[in-house]
């Protein structure tokens, strides 16, 4: 089993960037999928973002083409998620995932089986 640990949430103003990361550690990443979840207050746990380790291949929520990003860097071990132009809908707290690589959709929760604790991210209205 995997350890991920995020950071990098605060609080950002309509408009505004902000870049999370995610250290994995305790897995294979060439065999890795990780992918950004969120859930706000009240609400189900949604798929923000997602990416094969080895290939680079992403997928994007429609609430986030165009403004969010997600990456690696393999020597840090870290997936990052580059956000721009925040909206006061983005409030949510922010969790990094990662499961056995797989050719089926990245956007289903129940499919990874590593999780991070999570790092809130505001943006006031």
């Known amino acids: 089993q995997g350890q991920l640990v995020e950071s990098g949430g605060g609080l950002a103003q309509a408009g505004g960037s902000l870049t999370l990361s995610c250290v994995v550690s305790?897995?294979?990443?060439?065999?890795?999928?990780v992918a950004w979840f969120r859930q706000a207050p009240g609400k189900d746990r949604e798929f923000v973002a997602g990416m094969a380790w080895i290939g680079g291949i992403t997928s994007y929520a429609d609430s986030v083409k165009g403004r969010f990003t997600i990456s690696r860097e393999n020597a840090k071990r870290t997936v990052y998620l580059q956000m721009n132009s925040l909206k006061p809908e983005d409030t949510a707290l922010y969790y990094c995932a990662a499961r056995p690589r797989s050719v089926g959709p990245r956007n289903t929760a129940g499919t990874y089986d590593d999780w991070g604790p999570g790092t809130q991210v505001t943006v006031p209205s």
């Open positions: 305790g897995r294979s990443l060439g065999s890795t999928d």
